[in-house]
């Protein structure tokens, strides 16, 4: 784990939950994670209730392989789109002999309201001993006025630092249905296909010493650090190279070398790790000309590798490249162990619960979980193809509708995959 990786963001809450929290963590989960094909039973735990679902459907039970999924419904739209992603596993499992036990757990608000943290130990040890975990969406305008370490949002870092997850995916495919869609020209963005390997856990975000204090002359000033070790530049690299081999075999190193000392590091281990995977084409880009030529010329890219801060802009300026980012996954993964996988976009509080909420962003990353954590390579593209061939019958939730188009909600859009699916 990098030195530089956030303390415990939370004080271990109290042993014994009151009953009444118990009674509450009850209802809650009944009315949030009804998932089809499956029973469940509650257990009293020192920390709550927890529910174990075994939704492997008939067909799968005795499946070739079986994985162990933590499901983070979350908040907001979290359950709604949540549930068409168990339905699509159910389904592609059917179709591939592949078997899986879900046991879902709160995150975010809702563990706010259930526990009084964002990030019950619970959750984070489930998450530890499972072979994947599926996020769906964390926080909303009820928990805004909390302290800033209390907050929905708090909980991701903590359960990313938790899983020790370093190397955050951001896949940007523009979808030949949706280059309308786009912000920019359609002959700039069609054929689109970048994957961003952003470093999550070290860098500005986290360096040490940070804080404010006075200046010599008097002044109030605010501080952070941006420091990254050969370790950890080393492991990140090493990410972004096999993800490029299994892409289109280019890497782009992105940093600012010219100016910064911590970027100069970069790019030394970056050339450095370049000697194992030569295969590989290796180039390098200053932070500013990449979000420029991002907009300009995207179809130039085919992965990237970037610190923390620097990857957190290129990976929402290539996101807009698409269209809408309802449509866009991504995975959190580390060196061994779990990865994290979720949509990118938030928890959409205004349109819950009204089967407005466009599903494909968790439906993809359901796909990216079988490809990237399991090597299922055949089942993540059928789940793919069924995506593409929704698009092409023209269902379109209200993000991503255009004319000519059929408007559909949540329900509807699942109705239409999981028909796509069964083929």
């Known amino acids: 784990m990098s030195n530089h990786a956030p303390k415990r963001l939370h004080k271990k809450t109290e042993r014994l939950i009151k009953e009444t929290h118990t009674k509450k963590m009850n209802a809650l989960q009944q009315q949030q994670h009804q998932l089809r094909g499956g029973s469940f039973s509650s257990s009293k735990q020192v920390r709550g209730t927890s529910r174990r679902a075994s939704l492997v459907t008939k067909g799968v039970r005795a499946a070739a392989k079986n994985y162990k999924l933590t499901l983070l419904p979350g908040d907001g739209i979290g359950p709604e789109i949540m549930k068409v992603a168990v339905d699509v596993l159910h389904e592609v499992g059917r179709k591939h002999d592949i078997g ?98 952003r470093e999550l856990t070290g860098g500005i975000y986290f360096g040490e010493p940070k804080g404010f204090g006075t200046n010599d002359k008097g002044e109030r000033i605010g501080f952070n650090t941006m420091v990254y070790s050969e370790s950890e530049v080393d492991r990140i690299a090493k990410v972004a190279f096999e993800i490029a081999q299994k892409r289109g075999g280019r890497l782009c190193s992105v940093e600012k070398s010219n100016v910064l000392e911590v970027s100069q590091l970069w790019k030394e281990r970056v050339i450095k790790q370049h000697e194992n995977y030569k295969d590989v084409e290796l180039s390098h880009m200053y932070i500013d000309n990449c979000a420029m030529q991002v907009i300009r010329d995207p179809k130039q890219f085919d992965t990237i590798v970037t610190g923390n801060i620097f990857g957190d802009i290129i990976s929402d300026a290539a996101s807009m490249l698409t269209g809408s980012i309802g449509m866009l996954p991504s995975a959190a993964v580390g060196s061994s162990g779990p990865g994290l996988y979720e949509p990118v976009h938030g928890s959409a509080p205004d349109i819950a619960g009204q089967n407005k909420a466009n599903p494909l962003a968790q439906v993809l990353s359901a796909a990216m979980l079988l490809r990237y954590q399991f090597g299922e390579e055949a089942a993540a593209k059928s789940i793919e193809e069924a995506v593409n061939a929704t698009l092409d019958q023209g269902f379109r939730t209200g993000d991503i509708m255009q004319e000519g188009m059929k408007l559909v909600g949540c329900t509807e859009m699942q109705e239409a995959l999981m028909k796509n699916l069964s083929k």
Not at 111 to 138: M, N, Y
Not at 149 to 156: I, T, V
Request: proline share 5%; aromatic share 6%; net charge negative.
């Open 100 to 197: 899986f036990t879900f046991e879902e757990k709160l995150v975010g608000g809702a563990a706010i309201d259930a526990f009084g943290t964002p990030l019950p130990e619970d959750t984070l040890e489930c998450c530890k001993q499972s072979d994947a975990v599926l996020l769906a969406a964390i926080g909303g305008y009820k928990w805004d006025t909390l302290e800033a370490n209390m907050r929905p949002e708090r909980g991701l870092l903590g359960l990313r630092a938790g899983m020790e997850v370093f190397a955050n995916l951001r896949p940007a495919v523009v979808l030949p249905q949706l280059a309308d869609a786009s912000s920019l020209k359609k002959d700039i963005v069609s054929g689109t296909d970048i994957m961003v390997v």
